[in-house]
């Protein structure tokens, strides 16, 4: 239930009417032409907007220092144990 909730979120989906008869008069609209579909273009294509966050973790991981890296690693580590503990 939770996971569908996600696909759905209102970043991706535009703000349309909660009433179904409002809702259906804006659909005929867009549909013949009467109203223009709000939706943004890189609200409709979702990978474009990712582009810019899939170079940021290698771009960050090639500047850090390897002290700087493990430094990092043994406090993730930490975190992980810590939560499993009872």
């Known amino acids: 239930m939770e996971r569908i ?3 759905w979120h209102t970043r991706f989906v535009p703000k349309r009417p909660r009433d179904p008869n ?3 008069k804006l659909v005929i609209d867009i549909a013949t032409g009467e109203a223009e579909d709000t939706v943004s273009e890189s609200k409709r294509h979702p990978s474009k907007r ?3 966050g899939l170079k940021g ?3 960050r991981a090639s500047s850090l220092t ?6 990092i690693a043994q406090k993730a580590a930490r ?3 810590k939560r499993q503990k009872p």
């Open 22 to 24: 409002q809702l259906a």
């Open 57 to 59: 973790g290698n771009a």
């Open 50 to 52: 990712r582009m810019g």
């Open 5 to 7: 909730a996600r696909l």
């Open 66 to 71: 390897p002290e700087r890296r493990s430094r």
């Open 79 to 81: 975190s992980r144990w």
